[in-house]
C-alpha cells in the first residue's frame, strides 16, 4: 500500500488528525480526561480529483478550512463542559447544539473575506499608492510581497501573545512532534516524542509562506494591470496559487533528505517558530490520542 502521510492541526484544547478515510479530534475535557472522536470526509476528499497536481492542492485547501472549523467549534464545545455534567466514561459527553453545514460554510466565507481584504487587498492597494513615484511592473509586485509577508508574520506575531493561542501552538507542536516519531518508527510515548522538533515540513505554515513567495512570481507574470484586473486576478487566481505552493511543499518534503529539500524547506520551518510551542506532557498525550485513534 501507498505510504500514507498524516497530518492534522491544533484546535481548542486539542488535535486534529486527518487519516485515510476519517479525521480523528481528540480533546482535554475540563476533567482531565481525553475525549476522542471521528469527523467523517466527504467523497470529495479522497475522490480521483485528489490524484491530480495542483487541483489536489486546492481541495486540500477546502477541506482544511472545512474540517477545522468544525473541529474548533467542537472542541470547544467539549473543552468547556462544566466537570459536574460529565461522567466518568471519557467517551461520553452531553450532546450539545451540533455545527450545521450552513453555519461552517458561513464561518468559512467569512475567513475567506477577511483573510482576502488584508493579506490579499491591502498589499496590493499599499503597493499601488506607490505608482506616482515606482514606474517597473517588478518592483511594484516585489514591494506588495513583502507588504503581504510583513502583514502574515506581523498578525501571527500579534496573535501569539494571546494566552489562549499560545495553548493551541504548544498542541500544534504536540501534533508536529507526535507525527515525526510516528515518521521515524518510533513507540508513541511522550518521553520518545518530547524528543523531536516541534517544526514540520508539511506544516500549514510552511504552505502560508510558500503561497506569499509564490504569488509575487504569478502576480510578477501578469505584469501591472489596471486596478480592476489587479483586484480580480488577487481573488480569481487564488486556487492557482494555492495548488502550485501545495505542489512545492510536496515536493520539497519528498526530498527533505538532500541538500536543495533541506534549503528549500528552511524559511517555512523558520516560520513555524511563530506558530509551534513546545507542549507539556499532557498536550503531547492528546496527541497521541488523536493519531491512536
Known amino acids: ?15 486534529l488528525i486527518r487519516g485515510r478515510q476519517t479525521a480523528s479530534l481528540a480533546v482535554r475535557r475540563s476533567d482531565g480526561l481525553i475525549w476522542t ?30 474540517l477545522g472549523i468544525q473541529a474548533l467549534h467542537r472542541s470547544a464545545e467539549i473543552s468547556m463542559i462544566p466537570p459536574e455534567k460529565l461522567t466518568s466514561d471519557s467517551q461520553e459527553l452531553p450532546r450539545g447544539e451540533k455545527m450545521n453545514r450552513g453555519a461552517i460554510i458561513g464561518s468559512m466565507v ?16 499599499g503597493a499601488r499608492s506607490l505608482d506616482s513615484v515606482i514606474d517597473h511592473s517588478v518592483l511594484t509586485n516585489a514591494i506588495e510581497g513583502v507588504l503581504r509577508l510583513g502583514l502574515l508574520i506581523g498578525y501571527i ?19 508536529h512532534m507526535t507525527i515525526h516519531a510516528y515518521e521515524h518508527g518510533v513507540s508513541l510515548e511522550p518521553d520518545n516524542i518530547a524528543k523531536f522538533p516541534k517544526a514540520h515540513s508539511r506544516c500549514g505554515t510552511a504552505f502560508l509562506l510558500t503561497v ?17 484586473v489587479a483586484i480580480a486576478s488577487r481573488i480569481l487566481l487564488i486556487p492557482v496559487i494555492a495548488g502550485i505552493s501545495y505542489e512545492f511543499l510536496r515536493f520539497t518534503a519528498a526530498y527533505s533528505q538532500h541538500l536543495f529539500g533541506r534549503i528549500a524547506a528552511t524559511p ?17 498525550e492528546v496527541a497521541i490520542a488523536a493519531l491512536k485513534h
Open 37 to 66: 472522536g471521528s469527523l467523517p470526509l466527504t467523497s470529495l476528499y479522497n475522490a480521483k480529483l485528489r490524484q491530480i497536481p495542483v487541483i489536489r492542492g486546492v481541495i486540500v485547501l477546502i477541506e482544511t478550512m472545512f
Open 268 to 284: 517555512g520551518l523558520a516560520l513555524q517558530s511563530l506558530t509551534t510551542r513546545y507542549p507539556d506532557y499532557e498536550q503531547i
Open 110 to 125: 467569512i475567513s475567506i473575506g477577511l483573510g482576502v481584504g488584508i493579506f490579499l487587498l491591502l498589499p496590493l492597494f
Open 1 to 15: 500500500m501507498k505510504q500514507f502521510y498524516y497530518g492534522g492541526q491544533a484546535v481548542i484544547e486539542g488535535v
Open 212 to 228: 506569499v513567495v509564490v504569488s509575487i512570481f504569478v502576480f510578477t507574470a501578469l505584469g501591472r494591470p489596471e486596478m480592476m
Open 157 to 175: 506575531w500579534a496573535i501569539g501573545h494571546m494566552e489562549d493561542i499560545r495553548r493551541v501552538f504548544a498542541y500544534h507542536g504536540a501534533e
